[in-house]
């Protein structure tokens, strides 16, 4: 079946610091979709991106859609303690969109 | 902000025993979906739903799962003889429509501990 594979796996973030997380995957999604998870908590949407070469930003956030399709990357600038947490990439493939599939995450931790 | 809602929020149930999952989803929302998130791994997609019918399930989703959308508000993931295995998170997911733009929005989960 289709596989996104998300690197890395997890990274130690400090205050300020800016992060980048990718994902890749062999085969075309037509939306890929990028997604927070909180402890105990619900995936919560954080960007949305729909055309090949897709730039878009949501606040600190951006994330790009790879021109093949194939890969997305998204990078936090000036990291917050609230930026802690898991984050999943997600893609869709087809017009109806059904089922998401999930990358593995990348889970974000606080350096000591 | 409307949003998806699941209960309960933790279930503990016996091996072998049947549990229903509840959610409302989004009220003008017409596509439903359940996931699995087993501890420390991937979400994963159990089964679609539209009109009233499944449209999509993952081999994830056999014969001891079902899913019903009993009233026009709730939609309801049923587990008959639950296994060990079964453990995990599960989400409830909706999407307004075809023409939105395929964004699936999650409940918080519901942790279904199998002893």
């Known amino acids: 079946g289709q596989q996104l594979n998300q690197s890395p796996q997890s990274m130690f973030i400090q205050e300020g610091e800016d992060v980048s997380m990718n994902c890749t995957s062999s085969?075309?999604?037509?939306?890929w979709l990028w997604y927070k998870q909180d402890p105990g908590e619900g995936p919560v949407l954080l960007i949305a991106?729909?055309?090949?070469?897709e730039l878009t930003s949501n606040g600190r956030l951006t994330a790009q859609f790879g021109t093949t399709r194939k890969d997305s990357f998204l990078n936090i600038s000036a990291s917050i303690p609230s930026d802690v947490g898991i984050y999943f990439c997600?893609?869709?493939?087809?017009?109806?969109?059904?089922?998401?599939?999930f990358g593995g995450g990348t889970r974000v931790l606080v350096k000591p | 902000e409307p949003e998806v809602t699941q209960t309960p929020s933790h279930q503990v149930t016996q091996m072998g025993q049947e549990v229903i999952l509840r959610c409302v989803p989004i009220?003008?929302?017409?596509?439903f979906y359940w996931y699995r998130q087993i501890l420390g791994q991937k979400v994963e997609f159990l089964v679609s739903?539209?009109?009233?019918?499944?449209?999509?399930k993952s081999e994830i989703f056999d014969d001891q799962f079902s899913v019903e959308r009993p009233d026009g508000s709730n939609f309801t993931l049923k587990i008959r003889s639950t296994k060990l295995e079964d453990s995990a998170m599960y989400f409830c997911?909706?999407?307004?429509?075809?023409?939105?733009?395929?964004?699936?929005?999650f409940g918080a989960g519901t942790r279904l501990s199998v002893l």
């Open positions: 997911a909706s999407r307004e429509g075809l023409l939105a733009k395929n964004i699936q929005y």
């Open positions: 009220s003008n929302h017409l596509y």
């Open positions: 085969s075309i999604f037509n939306t």
């Open positions: 991106l729909y055309k090949a070469g």
């Open positions: 739903f539209y009109n009233n019918e499944i449209s999509e």
């Open positions: 997600a893609g869709l493939q087809g017009a109806a969109g059904n089922k998401l599939t």
